[in-house]
């Protein structure tokens, strides 16, 4: 608990709660769970248990993709997000590219019911399908994006992290790159001709996930990229003209 914290506490509870948030705050209730919102990309989303609560490495994440997505020839384009969680990722690309159809995936009925929340909150037409990843997704797009669940059981986590956030946003199995595999192993089928996929990752998994490039999309180009802190947390497979 520190002054910010306290601050924000104070600023967005009603008057009536603001006793017993001060109090949740201070037994380790992260402040966005106490005041159910937190600004993306500079929009409000509400935020609950049943969603992560969504981190400044997913805003860098979007802010990369859309300099790619620049770099598509197609108009009107597609893009499929897997794990949508709060939608921040989905809604957030609707919202800087409006003229493009946004899908947005989660197996979480009650993650979903967030995410279609902050689409009317923030005026955002989004479809959003009930879905283990790829299961029940049809068509094909020029853009698939996820912020899967990526933490190895045996990782070293944050025990705040661990006692709030949903474990089905956080977990994966096989060392936590289950859902890279089980995307990119299925991914082609959803694919356009030009297309670009964007992962973020855990920040030791690079070579792995880079691996598992390799061995999907063999012949596509592949770069992993950094955050601001220099650590390898976004992976980005892509085919953005034949010639
Ligand atoms: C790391 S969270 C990301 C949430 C949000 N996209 C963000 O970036 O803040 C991963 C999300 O994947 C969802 N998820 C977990 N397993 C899934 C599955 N098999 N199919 C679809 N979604 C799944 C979780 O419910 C969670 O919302």
Known sequence: ??????????????????????????????????????????????????????????????????????????????????????????????????NTQVIAVDLSDDALLVARENAKQNDAEITFLHSDMLEHVTGTFDVIISNPPYIAKTDEVDEKVIKYEPHMALFAPNDGLYFYQSILKEAHKFLK??????????????????????QFFAGCNISLEKDMQGRDRFLFIFQLDKN
């Open 1 to 98: 608990m520190n002054e910010k914290e306290i601050e924000y506490v104070k600023r967005y509870s009603k008057k009536e709660d603001l006793k017993s948030n001060l109090k949740k705050l201070e037994e380790g209730l992260p402040v966005q769970y106490i005041v159910g919102n937190v600004d993306f990309y500079g929009r409000i989303f509400k935020v609950n248990k049943n969603v992560l609560i969504p981190r400044f490495e997913t805003e860098e994440l979007i802010y990369k993709t859309l300099q790619y997505i620049k770099k598509l020839s197609q108009q009107k384009l597609s893009i499929l997000d897997l794990g949508t969680g709060s939608g921040c990722i989905a809604i957030t690309l609707k919202k800087e590219l409006p």
């Open 193 to 214: 001709e030009q297309f670009i996929i964007a992962f973020e990752i855990g920040e030791a998994q690079g070579e792995q996930v880079v691996g598992l490039a390799n």
